[in-house]
Nanobody, 127 residues
Framework: QVQLLESGGGLVQAGGSLRLSCTAS????????MGWFRQGSGKEREFVAS????????SYADSVKGRFTISRDNAKSTLYLQMNSLKPEDTAVYYC????????????????????WGQGTQVTVSS
């Protein structure tokens, strides 16, 4: 089991930027594809972005393409989400997650494919 801890959330004005981090422990981070999800108040948890274990491939939700960038530093066992041009509709609790099976990747991975979750970090974008 991997333990995940997100940080970097906060309050930002529309058009601003934030960088989320997710530190991992307990498994070999570099062998697991990772993802970011978010859940707004009263909404279902939704996919934001994912990255292959090697960092060579990424996938994004249409709503964040061109504004968000997912990356990872396997030497530091850390996942990142750089969020630019933030909008009020980006307001949500953001979660990082590790995919269930090592050395697997799909650009179409869904919530059910991820088995370990962090506790989430709140991002609030004011208009």
């Amino acid at each position: 089991q991997v333990q995940l801890l997100e940080s970097g959330g906060g309050l930002v004005q529309a058009g601003g930027s934030l960088r989320l981090s997710c530190t991992a422990s307990g498994r070999t981070f570099s062998t697991y594809s990772m993802g970011w999800f978010r859940q707004g108040s009263g909404k279902e948890r939704e996919f934001v972005a994912s990255i292959r274990w090697s960092g060579t491939m990424t996938s994004y939700a249409d709503s964040v393409k061109g504004r968000f960038t997912i990356s990872r530093d396997n030497a530091k066992s850390t996942l990142y989400l750089q969020m630019n041009s933030l909008k009020p509709e980006d307001t949500a609790v953001y979660y990082c997650a590790a995919i269930r099976q090592k050395l697997t990747w799909s650009a179409r991975a869904t919530l059910g494919d991820f088995g370990s979750w962090g506790q989430g970090t709140q991002v609030t974008v004011s208009s």
